[in-house]
């Protein structure tokens, strides 16, 4: 006869203690018989379990469940001074901070502009600092999203050349956690593939227009950064009549194209495609030639890895784009069919994206540190 497979208990009781701290992260306060039903432990198990975490202050009481039929049952939750993890997206207008607690609930927001000049570590780190103060708990960790290329290390390469980790670093020290950086774009797909447009799919490229166009690249479900972080940098890519080297579409062509039709360079793109919904000939031809534009940078990428779709996001999900994409798209068909979808997520995407990366990132961060702390309380008595 087979031995029964056994395990230590202590290796028991850590997986047990992260299974229900998971549950109660991913489904919020639950009675004693709903994390049995979730987690298929035995209602001892789930009794002697949440004894530890709450010994461990990982779990508190969370009211009582008086709709099931029967006696009411007291629910439980995370215990809600846990702590916290930063998701900030930057760009050139400023900072956009969130703080999200191992739920990935947002439990604070903050807006900061980045002037010329001025150290935007300092300035993220001002913004997460407000947030903290409306809050009760640590600061476990911070996920950045920037534009431009970011190395494996969290080194930033944009137009002022590879900054070697020196921003990661700088904000390190700063706020005095770990802070992970990450591309814009490749977070604005992952929120796309954990609960938007993309969920369904299981290869996509997100084209995301905003002072320029990059992509995220999903294969077989995993986002695709490439050797060195490059992959995605679409904004380049050979395409006539473009010099090689030069933009496809970004802010600067934006404000050529309204020289050449004799609209204002100064105006922001969306009212360039504002205007052209509105019938501005002018505008409708600059709409055209954006879409041609990005329509090749998709050819080009569908010639590559063959993705089940294109998702637009940013500027490039303004209802006019999408359209004169479409228009564009419908003329490739017989040759190359391109299917395009829209962001469930507009401009935010890329702020979604790092708020769910930083609430998984902090849920492993907080558990990791919560089941070693378990192990270490007194064993329950015997009855």
Not at 64 to 77: F, I, K, L, N, S
Not at 345 to 372: I, N
Request: glycine share 10%.
């Amino acid at each position: 006869m087979a031995r029964p497979l056994a395990g230590p208990q202590t290796l028991l009781r850590t997986l047990n203690g992260r299974a229900i701290l998971e549950t109660l992260a991913r489904r919020g306060p639950l009675t004693r018989a709903e994390l049995m039903a979730e987690t298929g432990l035995s209602r001892t198990a789930v009794t002697q379990v949440l004894r530890m975490l709450e010994a461990a202050t990982a779990v508190a009481p969370a009211g009582v469940d008086r709709e099931t039929r029967g006696p009411a049952a007291g629910r439980v939750a995370l215990h809600p001074q846990l702590g916290f993890a930063a998701a900030v997206h930057v760009d050139g207008q400023g900072a956009h901070v969130v703080l999200v607690d191992p739920t990935g609930a947002v439990r604070a927001e903050d807006h900061a502009p980045l002037p010329v000049h001025v150290d935007r570590v300092e300035v993220i780190a001002e913004a997460v600092e407000r947030c903290l103060r409306s809050v009760r708990g640590p600061l476990h960790l911070v996920v950045v999203a920037v534009p431009g290329i970011v190395t494996a290390d969290g080194g930033i390469r944009d137009d002022q050349g590879p900054d070697g980790g020196a921003f990661r670093c700088a904000l390190e020290t700063r706020l005095g956690c770990s802070v992970r950086v990450e591309n814009d774009v490749n977070l604005a797909a992952l929120a796309e593939l954990t609960a938007g447009s993309g969920a369904a799919l299981a290869s996509f490229a997100l084209l995301l227009l905003h002072e320029g166009l990059g992509a995220g690249i999903v294969l077989d479900g995993s986002l695709h950064r490439g050797f060195s972080g490059v992959a995605g940098e679409v904004m380049y890519l050979p395409q006539t009549p473009v010099p090689i080297g030069a933009p496809v579409l970004s802010d600067d062509v934006v404000r050529d194209l309204a020289l050449v039709h004799g609209r204002d360079p100064q105006d922001p793109i969306v009212r360039h495609l504002d205007a052209a919904a509105d019938g501005d000939e002018a505008a409708q031809a600059m709409v055209a030639e954006m879409a041609r534009r990005l329509t090749l940078v998709a050819g080009t990428i569908a010639l590559v890895v063959d993705p089940e779709a294109f998702i637009l996001a940013g500027t490039a999900a303004h209802p006019v784009l999408v359209e004169a994409v479409g228009r564009e798209a419908d003329g490739l068909s017989a040759r190359l069919p391109l299917r395009f979808l829209v962001s469930s997520f507009g401009p935010e995407a890329p702020l979604v994206g790092a708020a769910d990366e930083a609430g998984a990132a902090l849920r492993a961060t907080v558990f990791a540190q919560l089941v070693p702390s378990v192990e270490r309380q007194p064993a329950a008595r015997k009855a």
